[in-house]
């Protein structure tokens, strides 16, 4: 994040320092230097979904274990054992519905997204 903040500070100062050196064709230089800001910013941009992208799944997948284990320890506390075998990836699949990280996601996503 430091970086990003040094790199479009630097980019955005680059315009003071060129400028005084371009005798002719200094509108055709602010052109040039817009369109460099412009594909700094969509490029960190990009960078910053594909971080929260990434940070969503690792927390979808963070509460959908915390469900399988928490029901585990459950089991295990109150001493039920079960003696038919049931569909674990049928129960895997429902426990990830049922962990509650569509509603946590929207929430903490509301939080990183860029205005």
């Known amino acids: 994040m430091e970086s990003w903040r ?3 500070e630097e980019e955005i100062n680059r315009i003071n320092q060129v400028l005084p050196n371009t005798p002719d064709g200094k509108t ?3 052109r040039q230097w817009m369109i460099s800001v412009i594909e700094k910013m ?3 941009k990009a960078e910053h979904y594909r971080y929260v992208k ?3 799944t690792l927390l979808e997948l963070a509460l959908w274990k915390a469900k399988l284990l928490g029901e585990k320890e459950d089991r295990s506390v109150e001493g039920k054992t079960k003696k038919a075998r049931v569909d ?3 129960t895997r699949k429902e426990r990830r519905i ?3 990280a569509d509603i946590v996601i929207k929430n903490v996503v509301s939080f990183l ?3």
């Open 6 to 8: 040094t790199d479009m």
């Open 28 to 30: 055709e230089e602010i």
């Open 42 to 44: 969509d490029h960190f």
């Open 54 to 56: 990434e940070g969503t």
């Open 88 to 90: 674990s990836e049928s």
């Open 98 to 100: 049922t962990c509650g």
């Open 113 to 115: 997204e860029l205005e």
